[in-house]
T-cell receptor, first 113, second 112 residues
Framework: DTEVTQTPKHLVMGMTNKKSLKCEQH?????MYWYKQKAKKPPELMFV???????INESVPSRFSPECPNSSLLNLHLHALQPEDSALYLC????????????FGPGTRLTVL | AQSVTQPDIHITVSEGASLELRCNYS??????LFWYVQSPGQGLQLLLK??????LVQGIKGFEAEFKRSQSSFNLRKPSVHWSDAAEYFC??????????FGDGTTLTVKP
């Protein structure tokens, strides 16, 4: 299995809602990443987990809360988002954080109303 | 800090023509180099990578890239473009233990 899966594919939420994005991989990778991508822009790194521990937080607002419950799963909890947070959220994984050949999931298209 | 420049925002080629997408990087040593492709609304797919060794690397879908240390470049090429190659292409660099930095991307349009 060489796939990274993400659910849901699309999400529409209000500014007072709480929702979660989910990412899963079964390649035995020990590094997992969250990126945010706006239209016509490159992905921007948000968080990196290495061996289930948060390794990098790119000064992301606290309304985004990552969680890595085990080596195969990565969640992104969303609360009190703003309309400017609407974007494609991409999850990726790599064998190790140092081996940065990343495998990307298809993304979750998030719209904040 | 490392940086990546993709000088061409948009390129249009005819189907069957050759393609070259440019990528220049700035870093004190040789980083790991990658090319990714992204179709609309999709995730990124790795086309090829350079870590060390042979400076001409072959990738998937008939793509290749050449690393030129003297020019700090890692240009992507394909001898004959297919309509299905129309997409966004990102060059990325990564230093050991560090984060990946992506270029701004090049949009490829393929004319019939």
């Amino acid at each position: 299995d060489t796939e990274v899966t993400q659910t849901p594919k699309h999400l529409v939420m209000g500014m007072t809602n709480k929702k979660s994005l989910k990412c899963e991989q079964h390649m035995g990778h020990r590094a997992m990443y969250w990126y945010k991508q706006k239209a016509k822009k490159p992905p921007e790194l948000m968080f990196v987990y290495s061996y289930e521990k948060l390794s990098i937080n790119e000064s992301v607002p606290s309304r985004f809360s990552p969680e890595c419950p085990n080596s195969s799963l990565l969640n992104l909890h969303l609360h009190a988002l703003q309309p400017e947070d609407s974007a494609l959220y991409l999850c990726a994984s790599s064998r190790l954080q140092d081996n940065n050949e990343q495998f990307f999931g298809p993304g979750t298209r998030l719209t904040v109303l | 800090a490392q940086s990546v420049t993709q000088p061409d925002i948009h390129i249009t080629v005819s189907e069957g023509a050759s393609l070259e997408l440019r990528c220049n990087y700035s870093y004190g040593a040789t980083p790991y180099l990658f090319w990714y492709v992204q179709s609309p609304g999709q995730g990124l797919q790795l086309l090829l990578k350079y870590f060390s060794g042979d400076t001409l690397v072959q990738g998937i879908k008939g793509f290749e890239a050449e690393f030129k240390r003297s020019q700090s470049s890692f240009n992507l090429r394909k001898p004959s473009v297919h309509w299905s190659d129309a997409a966004e292409y990102f060059c990325a660099v990564c230093i050991i233990g560090g984060k990946s930095t992506f270029g701004d991307g090049t949009t490829l349009t393929v004319k019939p």
